[in-house]
């Protein structure tokens, strides 16, 4: 059964960068038939794609996030990782990894598992 | 891209039925049939509900569907059990390998 776990550190400075890892567990990350996305959720809000990467490592990032947005992958490790700098308070969210199946014209379309999600605060 | 619309909050009675919209444009909702519906408890992982507009995932009771009409998807509870109290959130492909979110619903089993 294939399982995520995001890990990384619970607070962040403002203005630095938030750094988090994806371990894929029960199933290889190199599958040609999913992507591997991160999502967030600020607290009261609803949930917002950040990102995808494919394990060749093409990826692609929400417009209003793609300056800010990086999404590796280290398939020896079986982990992808999102990177976004110069963090505000607008940040603190829950953020999820999942798996992200690609569709007909390898077009995402459905998240499934997701991982339990870990809190990150912006705050000094 | 604005996050595609859903209501705050829906309620309803064990036994009833609730039905839960999700607006965007022809750009997103109405332009594929790539929406899906997620289960979210707090505290928990989201859980995928519904996909490809109208598909279940092996295990979700057929309790839960899934309909389109133009740029609204909806997602209908019928029967409603007290573990089904929990918020739900739609998502669909925007195009350019992009997906967007609804808001949220929070539903209450009264």
């Known amino acids: 059964q294939l399982q995520l776990q995001e890990s990384g550190p619970g607070l962040v400075k403002p203005s630095e960068t938030l750094s988090l890892t994806c371990i894929v567990s029960?199933?290889?990350?190199?599958?040609?038939?999913?992507?591997w996305g991160w999502i967030r959720q600020p607290p009261g809000k609803g949930l917002e794609w950040i990102g995808s990467?494919?394990?060749?490592?093409?990826?692609h990032y929400n417009p209003s996030l793609k300056s800010r947005v990086t999404i590796s992958v280290d398939t020896s490790k079986n982990q992808f990782s999102l990177n976004l700098s110069s963090v505000t308070a607008a940040d603190t969210a829950v953020y999820y990894c999942a798996r992200l199946l690609r569709g007909i014209a390898a077009r995402p379309n459905w998240f499934d598992p997701w991982g339990q999600g870990t809190l990150v605060t912006v705050s000094s | 891209q604005s996050a595609l619309t859903q209501p705050r909050s829906v309620s309803g009675s064990p036994g009833q039925s609730v039905t839960i919209s999700c607006t965007g444009t022809?750009?997103?909702?109405?332009?594929?049939?790539?929406v899906s519906w997620y289960q979210h408890h707090p505290g928990k992982a989201p859980k995928l509900m519904i996909f490809d507009v109208t598909k279940r995932p092996s295990g979700v009771p057929d309790r839960f569907s899934g309909s389109k009409s133009g740029n609204t998807a909806s997602l209908t509870i019928s029967g409603l059990q007290a573990e089904d109290e929990a918020d739900y959130h739609c998502c669909s492909y925007a195009g350019s390998h992009t997906l967007l979110f609804g808001g949220g619903t929070k539903l209450t089993v009264l």
């Open positions: 990467i494919y394990y060749s490592g093409s990826s």
């Open positions: 029960g199933g290889s990350i190199s599958s040609s038939s999913y992507y």
């Open positions: 022809s750009a997103d909702v109405g332009g594929y049939n790539y």
